[in-house]
């Protein structure tokens, strides 16, 4: 089970150059002007803090992505945690963990984590169900995310962009525990998705992991009517010929749907 343990990055300043980093680390990519106006500092301040986090390396500027048209003067600057940043937040037990799971893939298998993984994501099924029960599909992916969040992830959830026809939501990690142990080990990262399916009841699809070297772990919820809209329409434009399979996580199992099958979600 992934656990994150009370850190800082901070030294010198107080506790306040550490609830900067943190706020970077759960908000994304932040401007000065927002991480000063969510601790309530000065711009002077929030420029001290942050540039002795630039200088200790746990932090780093990026322009900040613009979308439309954008107006006179230079791109916003956005700061976003660094690897080092990320690591300066505990990672719990990493070495032992990843030596425990290399002595079990090398003496049962591969899938022998794959199933370690699935237990251990058994106990976050079981305290997750109730909360994620009701409601309309935004709602119980927001639950999730504060579900998530109160277990160390720094998650938030929000409408996905629109891909073609395809809707749903997004639901993104800002922190990752063990995101040096999944690196090497991905069956935990794939657990934890086929865990969202089963608790959303519906497609989902990650699309970038910090264990990866992304800067968030993404995950695609799709609206089941969009899902099974979409199967349908896939199947009759490959009516006559062969259909190319197409692989989705339904209640956490993959299946695929193809032109053969009618393009149900089974």
């Given at each position: 089970m992934k656990n994150v343990r009370s850190a800082s990055p901070a030294r010198g300043d107080g506790p306040t150059r550490g609830q900067v980093a943190r706020l970077i680390l759960e908000l994304g990519p932040s401007t000065a002007a927002t991480l000063g106006s969510r601790l309530g500092l000065t711009p002077a301040a929030i420029r001290r803090h942050l540039d002795n986090?630039?200088?200790?390396?746990l932090i780093e500027t990026r322009t900040a992505r613009t979308y439309g048209n954008r107006g006179r003067g230079r791109?916003?600057?956005?700061?976003?945690?660094?690897?080092?940043?990320?690591?300066?937040?505990?990672?719990?037990?990493?070495?032992?963990?990843?030596?425990a799971l290399r002595f079990l893939a090398e003496t049962a298998g591969p899938e022998a984590v794959a199933e370690f993984a699935r237990?251990?994501?058994?106990?976050?099924?079981?305290?997750?169900?109730?909360?994620?029960?009701?409601?309309?599909l935004a709602t119980r992916v927001q639950a999730l995310a504060e579900a998530l969040s109160a277990d160390?992830?720094?998650?938030?959830?929000?409408?996905?962009?629109?891909?073609?026809?395809?809707?749903?939501?997004?639901?993104?990690?800002h922190h990752c525990p063990v995101a040096h142990v999944a690196a090497e080990f991905p069956q935990l990262c794939e657990a934890?998705?086929?865990?969202?399916?089963?608790?959303?009841?519906?497609?989902?699809?990650?699309?970038?992991?910090?264990?990866?070297?992304?800067?968030?772990?993404?995950?695609?919820?799709?609206?089941?009517?969009?899902?099974?809209?979409?199967?349908?329409s896939t199947a009759k434009g490959g009516a006559g010929k062969a259909a190319k399979a197409k692989s989705v996580i339904?209640?956490?199992?993959?299946?695929?749907?193809?032109?053969?099958s009618g393009g149900l979600l089974t």
């Amino acid at each position: 089970m992934k656990n994150v343990r009370s850190a800082s990055p901070a030294r010198g300043d107080g506790p306040t150059r550490g609830q900067v980093a943190r706020l970077i680390l759960e908000l994304g990519p932040s401007t000065a002007a927002t991480l000063g106006s969510r601790l309530g500092l000065t711009p002077a301040a929030i420029r001290r803090h942050l540039d002795n986090l630039l200088a200790e390396g746990l932090i780093e500027t990026r322009t900040a992505r613009t979308y439309g048209n954008r107006g006179r003067g230079r791109p916003a600057k956005v700061f976003v945690i660094t690897d080092a940043g990320r690591s300066a937040f505990e990672h719990a037990y990493d070495d032992l963990a990843t030596g425990a799971l290399r002595f079990l893939a090398e003496t049962a298998g591969p899938e022998a984590v794959a199933e370690f993984a699935r237990r251990q994501l058994a106990d976050l099924e079981l305290r997750y169900s109730p909360v994620v029960a009701q409601g309309e599909l935004a709602t119980r992916v927001q639950a999730l995310a504060e579900a998530l969040s109160a277990d160390g992830y720094a998650a938030s959830a929000g409408p996905a962009p629109s891909i073609g026809a395809t809707t749903g939501e997004q639901l993104c990690q800002h922190h990752c525990p063990v995101a040096h142990v999944a690196a090497e080990f991905p069956q935990l990262c794939e657990a934890e998705t086929e865990a969202f399916g089963r608790l959303l009841g519906t497609p989902v699809q990650r699309l970038a992991t910090i264990a990866h070297g992304d800067g968030i772990c993404t995950t695609h919820v799709t609206h089941i009517s969009t899902a099974v809209s979409t199967a349908v329409s896939t199947a009759k434009g490959g009516a006559g010929k062969a259909a190319k399979a197409k692989s989705v996580i339904q209640h956490g199992v993959s299946t695929e749907i193809t032109a053969e099958s009618g393009g149900l979600l089974t």
